[in-house]
C-alpha cells in the first residue's frame, strides 16, 4: 500500500515547527507503525536527508517510550495500543496520514517527535514511592492484602508512563499519570504511611510542572493503552483533599 | 582468520572458603565498611537502569554514597527489564512444596548446563529470599490468592511452585519499584541521574576504572565523568542478532568499550533462544515478539508432513500433521527445555517443513485444547496472548493455529566478574545480564529478574564497599581522561567521515544475518568458520561504506545506531572464536558435532568445565580458563525422552 | 468547580420546583414568590433571606466561572502549541459542552435576569407581578423568547450531566460499579430539571396555563 504522511518536523527545541509531507510507498499491512518509518527513514538517510527522530525502544508495548499523535488520536485510533503495537493493516491504501508530537508546554519538543517527559520523573520523586532501604524489609507474608485491592493496584500500576494521557487531554493535563501511581501505592497497606503527604507532594509537583486541570473529560482513559480507569482520579483526589484539610 | 593465544588460567580469588552455606555471611563480615561520614565524598558512576542498575544505584544511594547513573532512554524506567514477563524465583517455600534454598540453587546450576560458579549461584538462591520482601515492602504489586498471601506458579519444568508473579508483567512491577528508590534517592540529592546518556568509554586511570565518557544524546556533547568507581549494569547483547526480544536500544557498547580497556569478555557464545516467539514476517521485520512459554502447556506444536505443503492449516488433515515434539519426545511432548523446542522447530524448517512468510515457523495450535476445554476455558487462561498475537499478526488464534517460531532472548555471557562482582580491571563492577557470572550455560525461566535484583540490592552495595573502604585510590590522571575522549571523538569523527551508501541499519541486518545463520541455535565448525570469514569483510565494508547523516552535535539517531553496530562486529566475531573453540555442546550453545545418538545436546566435561575468559590484546584475543568445580552438585547428562 | 456547582444545581432544583407553582395558578405562584420574600420575618428584614441566598448564589456563580477561567487558561498555557489534527476518542462532549455551553449559559443568565426577574425586557414591565410576568413572557407572539430558553434549558440539563458526575468524581465519590450509577443519576436528574424547567414556558405559550 502507498501512504502519504504528514509528518511534524522540527530540528530543535528552538525551530518553529512545521508539518512536511512524505510519501512512504510499497508499505506491508503486516509493518508496524515504527517499522513504517524505519523504511522512510532509511530512504532519506540515503537521500542525504535528516530522518524523522521518534523514541521508541522495546517495540512491545512495555516500555512506554513511543509515543506519537497518529491522525489526531495519541498512539492512533485502536484502542488500549501503544504505537509500536500499531500495525499497518489498519490504514487504507492510499490514506494520508498526519503524525505529530505530544503537545504540552511540559514535555518541550526535542526534535521532530521526541519531546522530553522528564516531568514525570519528577512528579514521581515528588513522592512516588515506598520509602524502605534495601535489607529493611519485613517478610512478605509479615502483612496480608486482599486479593481483590492486589489486583485493582495492578491495574493502576500497569502505567507505562507514556504521557499519552497528557497529549490527549483538552486541558494538556497529567491526572492520569499522577493519579495511576497514587492510587496504586494508596490500594496497599505498604503504601498507608506516606499516602496523605505522597498525594499532597505529587499533585503539587503535577501544578508545579504546567500541567493543565483536569475537567473530567475521559480523553485521557480512552486513549491509554494500559485502559488506567478514572477511578484513579477519584482516588486521587480523595487523597490530595484529605491531605489538604 | 582471527587468530587467538591461550593465556594463563584465572581464578576466582573473592569466594571464601568453606560450607556453601556459609561463604556470602563470611564474605559480608570480612568485607570492610565505610564510614559513614565519608561515603559522601566517594563517587560511584552506575550505567544503566534497569533491574540491576536502577536497584543499585538506589541502594549506593541509600547508603550515602555518591551516586551518578546514566541510561540512554528518556528515563531509568525504560529499561529493557521491564518487558520481562513470566515471574521471578525465589526460594521462599511458601507452599511446603519441599523448595528451599539449596533446591533453587541445585536446580539453577544444573539449568545452567553446569557451566556457573557454585559459590555464585549458591549466594543468588539465598538471596533470593530477601528480594520478595524488598519488592511487596516497596509495593509491587505480586498477584496473591484470596487468603491475602503471594501467588506462586511453577515456571520453567520446575517441580516447586516458586514464582512469584504479577500476572504477565512482572519485570515491569520490579524495575518500577527499583525506579521509584532511584527517584527518591535523586530527589534526596545522593543521585544525579543522567538520561538520553550513552556510555562510549571507560577511563581506567592508574589500572583503576574511574569514569566514563558519555554522549549527551540531546545535545551531541561529549562529557568527562571521573568517580572513584564504576559499575555496569548495561544487559545483554543479545541485539547482536539484529532481530531478538531485545528492545531496540539494547546494545554491547558499554561492556565492549570495557572489554577493549582490560575486562575479560566470559562465555560470549552462550545465547538463550526462546522457542515461542513470533515469527518474522518481512524484511522490515525489526524485532521479535515473546510469547509466554505457558502456551505450551495447552498448545500442540505441528508442521504438515509434506515439505511445502501450502494448505492452509485447517485443510491439513491430522494424519498429514506431524506432532514432532510429541512424536520425539514422548514423554515430555510439547513441554521440553527451551532449548530442545527451538532446535526442534529449526530443524522441521530446515526440512521445508516450516510454515507462514519463508517458510520460517511452526504452528502452535489450541484446537484441541478449545474442543476439550472449551473457547472460554482457554480465553480465561490464555485471552491477553491471544489479543497480542491477534494484533500483531492480524489473525485469530482461536480459529486458526498460531505460528511461532524461535528467537534470541537472553545473552548468558558477558564481563566476567569474581565473586564480589568485579572485573579485571579493579574498581569496574558489572552487574545483572551484563555480566556471567550466574547461569552458566542456560538461563532458567524465571531466573534473570532475581539475578538482577540480588546484584543490585544486595550483593553489590556490601562487596562495592569493600573495594572502596580499601582505597582511596588517589586523583584521576588527567591524560587518561582525555585519551579516552580522544578515542571517543576519533570513532564519531570516523562514522561522520565515511559518508557512503548503507545506512548503519542495513549492516546491522546483515550482520545479525550471519550471527543467526551461522552462530544460531545450531553451530557447526564449518558454520562458524564462515561466519569468521563473513564478519571481518562486512566489518570492512562497514568502516568503507557506512552512511551517517546529520552532524554529531545534536540528537542523531543514525550516529548513535552506527556506533553500535561497530561495536557489535567485534563482538560478533568474539561470539563465534569463542563458539570455535568450545567444540562441546552445552546449553544455549549446540554444536552439531556433539550430540549423542538421539540428537541430544552432548557436554564434555573433561575438556570444557571451565569459563572462557577473552582478555582482548593488540595482538588478538587471549583465552583464559576459569576451572569450574562442582563440590555439591553431581555434574548429570540432562535427557527428556 | 465541584462545589460552587453544587450550589448551583441545589439552586436549580428548587427555582425549578418553584417555578411549577405556576400550574396551581397565578395567586399560587404570586404567594410562593412573597413567601420567599418574608421568610423568617420578623427575625430576618424584608427579602432577608431571599438577599443572602442571592449573595450566596452570586459568590457561587463568580467562583464557579473564576474557576472555569483558571482552568482553561492553565489549559490553553498547558498546550501552547495547537494539534494541526485531533480527535477526540471520548465523545469530545464534556470539552465542548462544558467551556463553550457554560459562556452562552451565562449569556442567557443575564438575560433571563433583564426579563424574568427585573422585567427590564419584559412586556408585563419592571414591578409587575412575578407571575404576569411569567405568564406575559412566553406568550406565543414572543416565541423566539420561548425558544432562546428552550435551548437554554437543554444546555443548562447537558451540562449538568456531566458536571454532576464530575463534581463527584472530583470530590472522590465515584468508584468502581458506582461510576455507572452516578452518571445515570445524573442524567436522570438533569433530564427531570429539563423536564420541569420547560413545562411552565411550553403550557405558557401553548395555552395550558393562562
Redesign the interface.
Known amino acids: 500500500m502507498d501512504l502519504t504522511l504528514?509528518v511534524?518536523r522540527q530540528?530543535?527545541p528552538d525551530d518553529a515547527?512545521r508539518?512536511v509531507t512524505y510519501l512512504a510507498k510499497d508499505v506491508?499491512?503486516?509493518?508496524?507503525f515504527?517499522?513504517?518509518l524505519?523504511?522512510v527513514n532509511?530512504k532519506?538517510?540515503?537521500e542525504?536527508?535528516?530522518?524523522i527522530?521518534f523514541?521508541?525502544?522495546?517495540?512491545?508495548g512495555?516500555?512506554?517510550?513511543c509515543g506519537m499523535?497518529i491522525?489526531?488520536?495519541a498512539h492512533g485510533?485502536q484502542?488500549a495500543?501503544t504505537t509500536c503495537?500499531l500495525?499497518m493493516?489498519h490504514f487504507e491504501d492510499g490514506a494520508e496520514i498526519?503524525i505529530?508530537p505530544w503537545?504540552?508546554?511540559?514535555f518541550p519538543v526535542?526534535?521532530d517527535l521526541?519531546v522530553?517527559?522528564?516531568a514525570?520523573?519528577r512528579i514521581?520523586?515528588?513522592g512516588?514511592?515506598?520509602?524502605?532501604?534495601?535489607?529493611?524489609?519485613?517478610?512478605?507474608?509479615a502483612v496480608?492484602?486482599?486479593?481483590e485491592d492486589?489486583?485493582d493496584?495492578?491495574d493502576a500500576?500497569?502505567c507505562?508512563?507514556c504521557g499519552a494521557c497528557v497529549a490527549?487531554c483538552?486541558?494538556?493535563?497529567a491526572s492520569l499519570f499522577t493519579a495511576a501511581k497514587i492510587t496504586?501505592?494508596s490500594l496497599?497497606p505498604?503504601?498507608q504511611p506516606e499516602r496523605l503527604i505522597r498525594a499532597k507532594a505529587m499533585v503539587d509537583q503535577m501544578d508545579a510542572e504546567?500541567?493543565?486541570?483536569?475537567?473530567?473529560?475521559?480523553?485521557c482513559?480512552?486513549?491509554c493503552p494500559k485502559g488506567i480507569p478514572?477511578?484513579t482520579?477519584?482516588?486521587?483526589?480523595?487523597?490530595y483533599?484529605k491531605a489538604s484539610r | 582468520m582471527i587468530e587467538y593465544t591461550e593465556g594463563e588460567a584465572l581464578r576466582d580469588a573473592k569466594a571464601p572458603e568453606g560450607p556453601i552455606e556459609e561463604r556470602w555471611a563470611k564474605r559480608k563480615f570480612s568485607a570492610k565498611l565505610v564510614n559513614p561520614a565519608n561515603k559522601r565524598k566517594l563517587n560511584v558512576i552506575v550505567v544503566g537502569t534497569g533491574l540491576a542498575g536502577g536497584s543499585a544505584a538506589a541502594t549506593l544511594g541509600e547508603l550515602g554514597y555518591n551516586v551518578k547513573s546514566f541510561c540512554y532512554q528518556d528515563s531509568p524506567r525504560r529499561a529493557h527489564s521491564i518487558a520481562a514477563q513470566g515471574g521471578i524465583n525465589a526460594a521462599k517455600n511458601y507452599r511446603g512444596d519441599g523448595d528451599s534454598i539449596y533446591r533453587l540453587f541445585y536446580d539453577t546450576v544444573k539449568g545452567g548446563d553446569f557451566r556457573a560458579r557454585e559459590s555464585n549461584v549458591y549466594r543468588l538462591a539465598e538471596v533470593s529470599v530477601n528480594i520478595i520482601d524488598q519488592a511487596v515492602a516497596q509495593g509491587v504489586p505480586f498477584a496473591r490468592e484470596y487468603g491475602g498471601l503471594l501467588d506462586t506458579r511453577s515456571f520453567g519444568g520446575a517441580q516447586v511452585s516458586r514464582t512469584f508473579y504479577a500476572r504477565g508483567q512482572t519485570g515491569q512491577q520490579l524495575l518500577l519499584g527499583a525506579y521509584q528508590a532511584l527517584e527518591r534517592q535523586v530527589k534526596a540529592g545522593t543521585v544525579e541521574m543522567f538520561t538520553r546518556h550513552e556510555m562510549l568509554e571507560l577511563i581506567v586511570s592508574d589500572g583503576r576504572a574511574r569514569g566514563i565518557i558519555v554522549r549527551d544524546m540531546v545535545t551531541g556533547e561529549i562529557e568527562r565523568h571521573t568517580a572513584d568507581a564504576v559499575v555496569l549494569a548495561t544487559g545483554g547483547y543479545g541485539n547482536v542478532f539484529f532481530l531478538s526480544t531485545n528492545a531496540k536500544g539494547c546494545n554491547t557498547t558499554a561492556i565492549w568499550r570495557a572489554h577493549e580497556r582490560g575486562a575479560y569478555f566470559a562465555n560470549p557464545c552462550y545465547t538463550q533462544i526462546h522457542p515461542t516467539c513470533i515469527p518474522v514476517s518481512g524484511e522490515y521485520q525489526s524485532k521479535l515478539t515473546l510469547m509466554s512459554e505457558s502456551l505450551r502447556n495447552d498448545g500442540r506444536v505441528w508442521v504438515p508432513v509434506a515439505a511445502g505443503d501450502q494448505r492452509a492449516p485447517g485443510d491439513i488433515p491430522d494424519e498429514e500433521r506431524d506432532y514432532y515434539l510429541e512424536r520425539i519426545y514422548p514423554a515430555f511432548g510439547n513441554l521440553v527445555p527451551r532449548d530442545i523446542a527451538s532446535r526442534a522447530a529449526k530443524n522441521v524448517c530446515d526440512e521445508g517443513r516450516g510454515v507462514g512468510p519463508g517458510g520460517l515457523g511452526v504452528y502452535l495450535d489450541f484446537r484441541d485444547a478449545i474442543g476439550r476445554l472449551g473457547r472460554d476455558a482457554v480465553e480465561k487462561k490464555y485471552g491477553n496472548l491471544f489479543e497480542m498475537y491477534e494484533r500483531i499478526t492480524g489473525e485469530d488464534p482461536y480459529t486458526q493455529p498460531m505460528r511461532i517460531y524461535p528467537a534470541v532472548h537472553y545473552t548468558m555471557g558477558g564481563l566476567w566478574v569474581d565473586y564480589d562482582l568485579q572485573s579485571t580491571v579493579p574498581g569496574l563492577f558489572v552487574i545483572g545480564e551484563a555480566n556471567f557470572s550466574d547461569h552458566g550455560a542456560n538461563r532458567l525461566g524465571a531466573s534473570a529478574l532475581m539475578q538482577g535484583l540480588a546484584d543490585g540490592y544486595f550483593v553489590l552495595p556490601t562487596t562495592l564497599g569493600d573495594y572502596l573502604a580499601n582505597g582511596p585510590y588517589g586523583e584521576v590522571d588527567e591524560e587518561a581522561v582525555a585519551e579516552a575522549e580522544i578515542k571517543v571523538r576519533t570513532k564519531i569523527d570516523r562514522l561522520m567521515a565515511v559518508n557512503g551508501t548503507r545506512t548503519p541499519d542495513s549492516f546491522h541486518r546483515e550482520l545479525g544475518k550471519i550471527m543467526w545463520d551461522f552462530c544460531g541455535m545450531e553451530r557447526t565448525e564449518e558454520s562458524l568458520r564462515k561466519a569468521l570469514e563473513l564478519i571481518p569483510a562486512l566489518r570492512e565494508e562497514f568502516w568503507r561504506n557506512v552512511k551517517v547523516s546529520g552532524t554529531p552535535e545534536e540528537l542523531n539517531q543514525v550516529l548513535e545506531k552506527a556506533g553500535r553496530v561497530a561495536d557489535f562486529f567485534d563482538l560478533a566475531e568474539l561470539m563465534c572464536l569463542d563458539a570455535l573453540v568450545r567444540t562441546e555442546s552445552c546449553g544455549g550453545h549446540f554444536r552439531a558435532e556433539s550430540q549423542d545418538a538421539d540428537g541430544e545436546a552432548l557436554r564434555d566435561d573433561e575438556h570444557f568445565a571451565h569459563v572462557s575468559a577473552w582478555e582482548r590484546t593488540p595482538d588478538g584475543p587471549v583465552l583464559h580458563k576459569e576451572a569450574l568445580e562442582y563440590d555439591y552438585v553431581k555434574m548429570s547428562q540432562r535427557s527428556y525422552k | 468547580m465541584a462545589v460552587t456547582g453544587a450550589v448551583m444545581v441545589g439552586f436549580l432544583a428548587l427555582h425549578m420546583l418553584g417555578n411549577l407553582k405556576i400550574f396551581y395558578g397565578r395567586e399560587s405562584f404570586n404567594e410562593y414568590a412573597h413567601w420567599l420574600r418574608t421568610l423568617l420575618q420578623p427575625f430576618l428584614p424584608y427579602r432577608g433571606v431571599l438577599t443572602l441566598l442571592e449573595i450566596g448564589l452570586f459568590l457561587a456563580v463568580v467562583l464557579h466561572m473564576w474557576a472555569a477561567i483558571t482552568l482553561t487558561r492553565r489549559a490553553r498555557k498547558a498546550r501552547p502549541v495547537k494539534y494541526v489534527a485531533k480527535k477526540s476518542q471520548a465523545t469530545g462532549y464534556a470539552t465542548h459542552i462544558m467551556r463553550w455551553g457554560g459562556v452562552t449559559i451565562a449569556l442567557y443568565i443575564v438575560w433571563h435576569l433583564l426579563d424574568l426577574t427585573f422585567g427590564v425586557v419584559n412586556p408585563a414591565g419592571f414591578n409587575s407581578a412575578p407571575a404576569d410576568r411569567m405568564i406575559e413572557g412566553f406568550q406565543p407572539g414572543r416565541w423566539w423568547v420561548t425558544a432562546v430558553y428552550v435551548i437554554a434549558i437543554i444546555l443548562v440539563g447537558l451540562h449538568l450531566r456531566h458536571g454532576i458526575w464530575s463534581a463527584f468524581q472530583t470530590l472522590g465519590w465515584v468508584k468502581g460499579e458506582r461510576r455507572r450509577i452516578v452518571k445515570l443519576g445524573a442524567l436522570a436528574f438533569s433530564a427531570v430539571l429539563v423536564l420541569g424547567f420547560l413545562a411552565p414556558p411550553l403550557a405558557i405559550m401553548f395555552g395550558v396555563v393562562k
Not at chain 1, 503537545?103 to 511540559?106: I, N, T, V
Open positions: 504528514k511534524w530540528s530543535g515547527g508539518m506491508s499491512p503486516d509493518m508496524s515504527l517499522e513504517m524505519d523504511v532509511e532519506l538517510i540515503l542525504g536527508d535528516d530522518p527522530a523514541d521508541h525502544d522495546c517495540r512491545e512495555i516500555c512506554g517510550m499523535v491522525n489526531g488520536v485510533e484502542r495500543t503495537q500495525h493493516r498526519t505529530e503537545r504540552a508546554a511540559p526535542i526534535k521526541v522530553d517527559r522528564s514525570f520523573d514521581i520523586q515528588a512516588g514511592f515506598v520509602s524502605v532501604p534495601a535489607g529493611s524489609a519485613p517478610d512478605a507474608h496480608p492484602v486482599r486479593k492486589a489486583d493496584a495492578f500500576a500497569t507505562i508512563g490527549a483538552p486541558n494538556g493535563s496504586h501505592l496497599l505498604q503504601g504546567g500541567f493543565g486541570g483536569c475537567t473530567n473529560t475521559g480523553e482513559t480512552a486513549v478514572l477511578d482520579i477519584a482516588q486521587m483526589n480523595t487523597d483533599l
